[in-house]
């Protein structure tokens, strides 16, 4: 189900005012790209050009081959900031709410996804309305909703943005295998550099708007590592504060 993602010369305007300007990335098939960069540098705009909510202006998306928006739509499960759970619905109808699109019957996406809920720590929540469940639940929620699209390229636009450092670092590690064991193409737009180079397996620096990627560099994770022994040695520590250095030597002001 994997697939290669990549860009060309991509560029983009809101009313005159340059966004992205000749973007280029690649990302191979099952990997993770984390993706960095001050504020306005035209990440979610790259996420959404990417998966077709956008029109291209300049330049070439391909998604395993496809190149039209549409095609690239039906690739592609776009998971924003916030988790956009139905508040009348449960738990489980809110993670099989891709499922019933895609027309399948309201029993037979409960069943399917209920396979998940344990894997995803959400055993014995099913039933629970989002209200009901914490924001570290909430979001696990929508990624299985994302996950249950069965879509070949997930994109993930700061997912765990709202949550507080310790859900969101338990968070990290647990989809760090989950994203291994699917195969999935990932793109993972965040501000936190140490969030993108423990969950990918590249990350990619933009520069300040008009957005250019300036430069990929390779993660120092190794596969199994727990979070908090791979985020503390001294080879992520360095690659770490080069990329600070690099975001914050082109527009302190921005960060």
Not at 156 to 175: G, K, S
Not at 198 to 213: F, K, L, N
Not at 230 to 244: G, N
Request: net charge negative; glycine share 10%.
């Amino acid at each position: 189900m994997t697939t290669t993602l990549s860009g060309h010369a991509i560029g983009h305007a809101f009313d005159g005012l340059t966004v992205l300007q000749g973007v280029e990335f690649s990302v191979e098939s099952g990997q993770t790209l984390g993706v960095v960069g001050p504020s306005g540098c035209g990440k979610s705009t790259l996420l959404e050009l990417v998966c077709g909510l956008q029109q291209l202006q300049t330049g070439g998306i391909e998604v395993g081959g496809r190149t039209d928006s549409a095609s690239r739509l039906e690739s592609c499960a776009y998971m924003p900031q916030t988790d956009c759970l139905l508040p009348w619905f449960s738990a489980i109808d809110n993670a099989g709410l891709a499922l019933r699109n895609q027309g399948r019957t309201r029993s037979e996406a409960r069943e399917q996804a209920s396979r998940l809920f344990e894997q995803f720590g959400l055993g014995g929540f099913e039933h629970a309305r989002p209200k009901e469940l914490s924001g570290g639940m909430r979001q696990r929620v929508a990624f299985l909703r994302t996950l249950l699209s069965g879509k070949e390229v997930l994109l993930l636009d700061e997912p765990f943005a709202a949550l507080d450092a310790i859900t969101r670092a338990e968070l990290q590690e647990w989809l760090v295998p989950v994203l291994a064991e699917e195969g999935r193409t990932v793109v993972l737009v965040t501000h936190d550099v140490e969030e993108a180079l423990y969950m990918g397996d590249r990350v990619a620096v933009m520069s300040p708007r008009p957005g250019r990627i300036t430069e990929v560099v390779e993660s120092p994770r190794e596969s199994g590592q727990k979070r908090n022994h791979a985020v503390t040695t001294p080879a992520f520590t360095s690659l770490r504060e080069r990329i600070m250095d690099l975001l914050t030597s082109r527009d302190p002001v921005s960060m």
